[in-house]
């Protein structure tokens, strides 16, 4: 049981991490990006081919974010420029299909360029007694580094200029405007570190299990609950939902199985909405 436990915290501190950059672009500019998933497999197959190619595993694992990155950066000042025109539900659904035609693209063209292709990482080293409980080196160092990046991400937010100016458009655009701050650069920022940490998350799954060309869909219907889950817009909700559903998805997976666990975790996120409309941390309206 207490394995089956730890297991889930592992997967759900990558659950959150891909979520939280979901939930603050929604939070900055009212869009949700349906190629999220995407830029993660983006990263994974970019990292595989470089380690095809002889890099060392790490290098190619900071190309393969940088890579998503890039892309997100490309995706913000091309495809969202119409969409950042735009107010209230207009923004929100042209932000879905344009993202789910990005979507496509990126999947179909790794699809048929890579279609084999995939990441799985294999970390040296044997395994580490936690309580008792054996835990494998790859998911102890995949859950330091999304640690790492929560802990640097709230760093970000809380103690920086930069941080400050988010926390700004997110709670009043119009008022952050009016004492200088560019909510359209803030919303750059945040759109690229967003796909930067999708990337990070496909590196960090792919010590625990692989991610292959064609789980962009998967990852980003997750991270979609986690952030419903957690609250649209809320950083700190998209965490705790993480965590909460990556337990719940371990524990249905050992004691139900895995054919049933998407329905386990869509209908945890309706008892959600129905319970608290908002998400766990998310602000009512």
């Known amino acids: 049981m207490l394995a089956v436990f730890f297991d889930g915290i592992v997967g759900g501190l990558q659950l959150g991490v891909l979520a939280v950059g979901l939930s603050l672009l929604y939070g900055l500019g009212g869009v949700l990006n349906l190629a999220h998933g995407a830029l993660a497999v983006s990263a994974a197959i970019v ?43 207009s923004r929100v659904l042209l ?3 344009l993202t789910l035609g990005a979507a496509f693209a990126i999947d179909g063209l790794l699809g048929w360029r890579y279609p084999f292709g995939g990441l ?11 309580l008792g409980v054996r835990m494998r080196s790859g998911s102890l160092l995949a859950s330091a580094i999304a640690i790492t990046a929560i802990g640097a991400l709230t760093w970000l937010l809380r103690r920086t200029r930069t941080g400050r100016a988010v926390r700004s458009v997110i ?34 799954q792919s ?79």
């Open 207 to 285: 010590m625990t299990a692989p991610v292959s060309v064609s789980s962009g869909f998967s990852l980003t219907i997750l991270a979609l609950i986690v952030t419903v889950v957690g609250g649209l817009g809320s950083a700190p909700g998209a965490l705790l939902a993480g965590l909460l559903l990556g337990i719940v998805n371990a524990l249905s997976s050992f004691y139900i199985g895995t054919y049933i666990t998407a329905i386990i975790l869509l209908a945890a996120a309706a008892l959600t909405i129905l319970v608290r409309p908002a998400g766990l941390l998310g602000r009512a309206d």
């Open 120 to 130: 799985s990482l294999r970390i040296g080293g044997g395994p580490v007694t936690i």
């Open 95 to 97: 932000s879905l299909l």
């Open 171 to 204: 709670q009043d655009e119009v008022g952050a405007q009016l004492v200088g701050i560019n909510p359209g650069r803030v919303r750059t920022l945040i759109f690229t570190l967003s796909a930067a940490l999708a990337g990070l998350v496909a590196i960090t």
């Open 47 to 89: 990292a595989s081919l470089a380690m095809d190619a002889g890099w060392p595993a790490v290098p190619a694992a900071v190309v393969g974010v940088l890579v998503a990155a890039a892309i997100g950066l490309g995706l913000d000042q091309t495809i969202m420029r119409p969409v950042y025109r735009l107010r209230g539900e």
